[in-house]
Nanobody, 122 residues
Framework: QVQLVESGGGLVQAGGSLRLSCAAS????????PGWFRQAPGKEREFVAA???????YYADSVKGRFTISRDNAKNTVYLQMNSLKPEDTAVYYC????????????????WGQGTQVTVSS
């Protein structure tokens, strides 16, 4: 059974940083293309970042230059380093995995974590 467990969320002031982690079990992570999505209250889920099995990275325009996605295949873990956080980054952040190429459409991902709350105060 595939499981994704996110951690690292919390409350931070604007301008601060957080590092999210997503540990995967139950599958060969090295050939996956994991991604991060977020959903703010009253808004639709949106793509944040993704990384291919070749370590190519993709970002939403709203986080480009502030967030960095990375992976450690030996630990079956994907990370999201979030710097210069803004109040509008407040959301529940989810990691998801799929095989094949990176996509930004959430419905094309196979497995999802339970989410971790990130709250940025002004």
């Amino acid at each position: 059974q595939v499981q994704l467990v996110e951690s690292g969320g919390g409350l931070v002031q604007a301008g601060g940083s957080l590092r999210l982690s997503c540990a995967a079990s139950g599958r060969t992570f090295s050939t996956d293309a994991p991604g991060w999505f977020r959903q703010a209250p009253g808004k639709e889920r949106e793509f944040v970042a993704a990384i291919s099995w070749r370590y190519n990275t993709y970002y939403a325009d709203s986080v480009k230059g502030r967030f960095t996605i990375s992976r450690d295949n030996a630990k079956n873990t994907v990370y999201l380093q979030m710097n210069s956080l803004k109040p509008e980054d407040t959301a529940v952040y989810y990691c998801a995995v799929k095989r094949g190429p990176v996509v930004t459409t959430g419905s094309l991902y196979d497995y999802w974590g339970q989410g971790t709350q990130v709250t940025v105060s002004s």
